[in-house]
């Protein structure tokens, strides 16, 4: 079993179970699965199905509930007040689409008693935190997936960019 001359005793492997097997395999796939998701950060077009899906939210809700970024990384997904002003014609005659708002920092439900709340609204209020809570878990899932499928590369690019210089004028 050992070459000639090895003194080892040979050992048993370490008794370990499917579920602790499972476990640690998971571990290494949310490292790896972070790692993946801290990279994409930088990459806009990690986002753009994460924000279509905020987005498709807000339409549901006529723009009343909105869905938007917090922190200091933007880690958190909350929940605001918004609305949409009435469209109208231009000085152009041409027709205008209304302006998106939004009222952040107006607590949400903070010192309400729902005690007082009829069914309807109460029942209501928590349809909006479901649809919230499933939309904000599919946003996260459709990043983690692109952020699965892609790896981050730095390449140079080239810029244009316009600039004012100073010509002089023809005769001087």
Same mark, same amino acid.
């Given at each position: 079993?050992?070459?000639?001359?090895?003194?080892?005793?040979?050992?048993?492997?370490?008794?370990?179970?499917?579920?602790?097997?499972?476990?640690?395999?998971?571990?290494?796939?949310?490292?790896?699965?972070?790692?993946?998701?801290?990279?994409?950060?930088?990459?806009?077009?990690?986002?753009?199905?994460?924000?279509?899906?905020?987005?498709?939210?807000?339409?549901?809700?006529?723009?009343?509930?909105?869905?938007?970024?917090?922190?200091?990384?933007?880690?958190?997904?909350?929940?605001?007040?918004?609305?949409?002003?009435?469209?109208?014609?231009?000085?152009?005659?041409?027709?205008?689409?209304?302006?998106?708002?939004?009222?952040?920092?107006?607590?949400?439900?903070?010192?309400?008693?729902?005690?007082?709340?009829?069914?309807?609204?109460? %029942?209501?209020?928590? @349809?909006?935190?479901?649809?919230?809570?499933? &939309?904000?878990?599919? =946003? *996260? +899932?459709?990043?983690?997936?692109?952020?699965?499928? %892609?790896?981050?590369? @730095?390449?140079?690019?080239?810029?244009?960019? &316009?600039?004012?210089? =100073? *010509? +002089?004028?023809?005769?001087?």
């Amino acid at each position: 079993m050992w070459p000639q001359g090895d003194d080892r005793v040979p050992c048993d492997p370490p008794a370990v179970s499917h579920d602790e097997l499972l476990e640690l395999l998971h571990e290494l796939r949310a490292k790896d699965t972070l790692d993946a998701c801290f990279d994409m950060l930088e990459v806009s077009e990690a986002f753009e199905e994460f924000t279509d899906i905020l987005r498709d939210f807000e339409r549901r809700h006529d723009w009343r509930w909105q869905i938007t970024q917090n922190g200091r990384s933007g880690g958190y997904l909350v929940l605001i007040h918004g609305g949409k002003e009435p469209g109208g014609k231009g000085p152009d005659g041409k027709d205008r689409p209304g302006r998106i708002y939004c009222q952040p920092g107006k607590p949400l439900d903070m010192n309400e008693d729902f005690a007082t709340w009829d069914a309807e609204t109460l %029942h209501a209020r928590v @349809e909006l935190i479901w649809d919230f809570d499933q &939309t904000c878990e599919a =946003a *996260v +899932a459709a990043f983690v997936e692109f952020a699965g499928f %892609h790896t981050v590369e @730095e390449t140079e690019i080239l810029v244009p960019k &316009t600039v004012k210089v =100073a *010509v +002089a004028r023809e005769g001087r």
